[in-house]
């Protein structure tokens, strides 16, 4: 999916969930303040371990800092061993 003005998306945060998958934040690049809570929720979760990944042609690729110009980022919450 690409972010085009022409069908008017907004770039997501999506926290992937065995319960289902949440977008936790959505912005538009122009709105500053929307990007700014979106950075917030992307750092926090890293600090919590959750891992990030954006979809690509190829696959997906990890996503270690916080790009307000990504279309969609994915959180995963880290597994837990045993």
Known sequence: ?????????KNRL??????????VAEWE???E???EIARG???QAKKEGFAAVTPTPAGARAVDRFSPELT???LLRPIAGG
């Open 41 to 43: 929720v992307f750092e």
């Open 1 to 9: 999916m690409t972010n085009t003005k022409e069908h008017n998306l």
């Open 29 to 31: 690049q122009t709105d």
């Open 33 to 35: 303040a929307a990007v």
């Open 14 to 23: 999506i926290i992937f969930s065995p319960a289902g998958d949440s977008t």
């Open 72 to 74: 969609e980022t994915f």
